[in-house]
């Protein structure tokens, strides 16, 4: 991903003083470090230092001196790495300001962060030295990036080959055992779920649940110490951070990206009346969107929003990530309801607001991957293929697609005959989705998935009608109601041979989608093995069986990992399947792909057949210019109707024959028959896929 090295705007004289540069705390030249703070309308500060074996002994309070610019600084030999910290801040009351100069308080910039329970926070200086060896970043090219989401304790807890002091850890990650399934699997990027320290929302507590996914974030530069090995904790935050830059390091020395899922959109603190941790204490008013008399804006369904349409929110974020990108060489980011952080001081969202162009023009932040989830709950929050130039977005116009067209369009058509819409609308989410994304900015900005985190796991989408959250304790009101699921004709758990083999039939249609799409591919973790989370379709508040992924598959599971497999293999060898820019019929632009229809006869695609819900096969050719591979032809079936159909190869220049390389009809990837000529007839079983490569 390149990016013109413009000067951030975030560095300009319109954002925040030079006085701001460098906050937290630094060290100086004489090894005495200096401790910096930001708040627009304190009018004074206290740094607080404490013990270092106990939270509540303040071993001295040091008064900081208001620098200017905001500023706020203090000075002491006190700071060195491994001082447990907090500061109190008092100011003016009115309407906004939450002031309570009694409050210990997280400074924002920490590096590490001890607990003493829920509001019982201690920042903690930290060195941060590494030695990170020869271990470069891998710096995947967009167009072969398949992305991996996963969540860091979820993956190993119940891994067997990973040793048990391992399990659930950032250690536990980059086990041989971890990396090994990962290479073999042809992935290029993990994508994990938050790991900025994060807590539990009270509520969860007093039901005896806990926030698994960690979408609460208390602090934007802390790695959660949870994940981290016992070891690792008892040493504390200095050996945290160090086993998560050993994790990114052997990950990067695998080959293998990193890319953080981050919240910078709310934090932890919750609504007015939640807990007071941090910036509530510090600038309640600068740092959250709020009307005139302090009531907040809440755009993200968590209790508040982050206001990054004032200088020190902004400055913060961007700091933030370059943080992460520079110290401990992550290799992406994916921001959690991106939409709040591009709303400007009316609360309107803009692709042009100051810190959406600085992430993306940051020197400090080229060639990292950004990635968008392009919304958020606030009025006109949903902004898919808005983002601009730069920015990939996750397409939920895309995945809804995907899924009716395989899914809820199947059992449309079941009782009704046929099915509700016609096959036109799936080629566009199959092509690169041109009508979202603009021609600038290519296929590439698409993010295709087909599940997440957030939703039925891909074996659940094929098995529930309907969610099954009881366990969450909220009656079942929470989590998606609209799925665009199918259960084939049993909700859940079955014997019937027959609707099992067609579920997998429909994992394996929906997978090879998936991954023979233009645009970036993300997979979740465990659909290649088919993971169930028995219909939960909210699972955020289990850190249980339920969520961690399951290491012990039966054959059908096996066979079902040997096609995701295959099918990132056949990916990576046809450019002609993953093009970086759009091109129509005929063209021949770089790095695009030339892509024709025709319909089950060989001919070209009629506007009754893109209509008509009767139709739905669709005979796909893709044929690359790449700049720097050789050029290559791909033929990819899709038959949406139960019923089979026999299907004319269609009839082009310069193709001799079509080798059959993948069908979703076989149980497992096996070798395919014979290679067929133009104008031959091939069959197809109902509702399936098969993909050829021309020569």
């Not at 980059?174 to 990027?189: C, K, R, Y």
């Not at 690169?432 to 900015?441: A, D, H, L, P």
């Not at 304790?473 to 609707?499: I, M, Y």
Request: with cysteine; aromatic share 8%.
């Amino acid at each position: 991903m390149v990016r013109t090295e413009t000067p951030s705007v975030l560095s300009g004289p319109r954002f925040l003083g030079p006085a701001l540069d460098d906050l937290g705390v630094r060290r100086g030249a004489d090894g005495i470090a200096t401790l910096r703070v930001w708040s627009g309308t304190a009018d004074a500060m206290d740094l607080v230092v404490f013990d270092d074996t106990d939270l509540d002994w303040a071993t001295a309070v040091l008064p900081m001196a208001d620098v200017g610019d905001g500023v706020w600084s203090v000075t002491s030999e006190l700071l060195r790495p491994g001082a447990r910290y907090a500061i109190r801040v008092n100011g003016p009351h009115g309407p906004g300001n939450t002031f309570n100069p009694t409050t210990l308080l997280v400074e924002p910039y920490s590096r590490g962060l001890v607990s003493g329970g829920y509001e019982d926070w201690r920042s903690v200086v930290v060195d941060g030295g590494f030695d990170w060896g020869d271990a470069r970043k891998p710096r995947i090219p967009l167009d072969r990036t398949v992305i991996y989401e996963g969540h860091v304790k979820g993956l190993t807890k119940r891994h067997p080959d990973v040793p048990p002091a391992l399990h659930g850890t950032y250690a536990g990650l980059a086990h041989p055992a971890m990396i090994e399934h990962l290479q073999t699997l042809g992935v290029t990027s993990v994508e994990l779920l938050p790991v900025h320290a994060f807590a539990t929302e009270p509520r969860l507590l007093q039901l005896g649940l806990t926030n698994y996914w960690g979408y609460n974030s208390l602090n934007f530069f802390t790695p959660h110490g949870a994940y981290a090995t016992a070891e690792s904790r008892r040493e504390g935050p200095e050996a945290i951070l160090r086993e998560f830059k050993g994790m990114v390091k052997l990950l990067h020395e695998a080959g293998l990206e990193v890319i953080l899922d981050v919240v910078y959109n709310h934090t932890a603190e919750e609504g007015i009346g939640g807990p007071r941790t941090s910036f509530r204490g510090i600038d309640n008013r600068n740092y959250y969107r709020q009307t005139e008399d302090g009531t907040y804006i809440d755009v993200t369904g968590c209790g508040n929003a982050v206001n990054t349409s004032t200088d020190a929110a902004a400055r913060l974020v961007l700091d933030s990530l370059r943080y992460w990108a520079q110290e401990v060489q992550v290799d992406g980011f994916r921001f959690d309801l991106a939409a709040t952080l591009g709303r400007d001081d009316t609360h309107a969202f803009t692709p042009q607001h100051p810190l959406l162009q600085a992430i993306l023009h940051d020197p400090q932040l080229a060639d990292v991957k950004m990635i968008a989830e392009p919304w958020d709950v606030g009025m006109g929050g949903w902004q898919t293929g808005n983002f601009g130039a730069g920015w990939s977005e996750w397409n939920d116009r895309y995945r809804d697609r995907v899924r009716n067209f395989w899914l809820s369009d199947v059992d449309y058509a079941r009782r009704a005959d046929t099915a509700p819409v016609g096959v036109g609308g799936f080629a566009t989410r199959l092509a690169g989705s041109s009508n979202t994304f603009s021609v600038e900015r290519g296929p590439l900005a698409s993010v295709n998935f087909v599940t997440a985190h957030d939703g039925f796991t891909l074996r659940d989408l094929v098995s529930y009608d309907v969610k099954h959250n009881i366990g969450n304790g909220e009656h079942n009101r929470d989590g998606a109601d609209t799925n665009r699921s199918f259960n084939h004709g049993a909700e859940g758990k079955t014997d019937d041979e027959g609707v099992l083999a067609i579920r997998r039939k429909a994992m394996r249609n929906l997978l090879g989608t998936l991954l023979l799409s233009a645009g970036v591919p993300m997979l979740t973790a465990g659909d290649e093995f088919a993971r169930t989370q028995r219909g939960n379709n909210n699972a955020y508040c289990h850190d249980s069986a339920l969520t961690w992924l399951s290491w012990q598959h039966e054959p059908w599971q096996e066979d079902l990992f040997a096609h995701v497999r295959e099918l990132i293999r056949l990916r990576q060898a046809n450019p002609a399947l993953r093009p970086t820019r759009f091109a129509r019929s005929g063209e021949s632009t770089p790095s695009a792909s030339v892509m024709a229809w025709y319909d089950e006869r060989g001919e070209t695609m009629s506007e009754d057949r893109w209509t008509n819900p009767a139709h739905r096969t669709l005979q796909y050719v893709a044929t690359s210019t790449p700049e720097f591979e050789d050029p290559n032809t791909v033929l990819l079936m899709v038959h949406g109707d139960e019923r089979p159909i026999d299907v004319t190869l269609p009839l082009l220049d310069g193709v001799a024959r079509y080798v059959p390389v993948w069908s979703s009809a076989d149980e497992r990837p096996t070798a395919q028959e014979d290679a067929s000529s133009p104008g031959d007839t091939v069959s197809l079983v109902g509702t399936s896929m098969r993909l050829f490569v021309a020569e």
